[in-house]
């Protein structure tokens, strides 16, 4: 078991709009490798942001920093043993390239949850569009603030047109497949 452990030491970097269902994917992913044993843990970027990265805004340089943060904390998990997996917007391409420089190409994988804006802007489930749109949050990915999705993805999930269930469920095929 130890060099399945090993070799499957990754982090999936799940990166997609707000309300796009990178969380969800990445609890029901965590669940099912948990469930073949497997050392994992999830960075949520919400949680991130209310923890060790709450002194950071929303401009340009902190949403690099952010990520720059993640990246290296998920580095030291990956040395660790466990399985990573980041549910972050990461809006720009420049920040998830250096997000897998820093954990490193082997073991990084990007995943983009594809979702149509319109699609989790009608699901707005912290209420955060209509906030944006009425001007409340400036910065807003999607809204105010641009959004790049990846040119080459590992993979791509889009939860508009199939459960999130089943989009867990093909990640981890994936995953079993590395």
Same mark, same amino acid.
């Given at each position: 078991m130890a060099d399945k452990q090993e070799k499957?030491?990754?982090?999936?970097?799940?990166?997609?709009?707000?309300?796009?269902?990178?969380?969800?994917?990445?609890?029901?992913?965590?669940?099912?490798?948990?469930?073949?044993g497997q050392a994992v843990t999830v960075l949520d970027g919400d949680l991130l942001r209310d923890g060790l990265n709450r002194d950071l805004g929303f401009t340009p340089q902190d949403r690099h920093e952010n990520i720059r943060r993640?990246?290296?904390?998920?580095?030291?998990?990956?040395?660790?043993? %466990?399985? +990573?997996?980041? &549910?972050?917007?990461?809006?720009?391409?420049?920040? *998830? /390239?250096? $997000? !897998?420089?820093?954990?490193?190409?082997?073991q990084f994988i990007?995943?983009?949850?594809?979702?149509? %804006?319109? +699609?989790?802007? &009608?699901?707005?489930?912290?209420?955060?569009?209509? *906030? /944006?749109? $009425? !001007?409340?949050?400036?910065?807003?990915?999607?809204?105010s603030a641009p959004y790049e999705a990846p040119l080459s993805p590992a993979l791509a999930l889009d939860t508009g047109s199939q459960p999130l269930a089943a989009s867990a469920e093909q990640l981890y095929r994936y995953w079993l497949a590395l």
């Open positions: 499957k030491a990754v982090t999936v970097w799940l990166t997609g709009l707000s309300g796009a269902g990178k969380t969800s994917i990445a609890h029901a992913l965590a669940a099912m490798l948990e469930q073949d993640t990246a290296e904390v998920a580095r030291l998990m990956n040395g660790a043993g %466990l399985v +990573v997996i980041a &549910a972050l917007i990461s809006p720009n391409r420049e920040g *998830r /390239a250096m $997000a !897998g420089a820093i954990i490193g190409a082997a990007e995943v983009h949850v594809s979702t149509r %804006l319109e +699609v989790c802007e &009608a699901r707005d489930p912290k209420g955060l569009y209509a *906030r /944006a749109r $009425a !001007g409340q949050l400036p910065q807003f990915t999607g809204v």
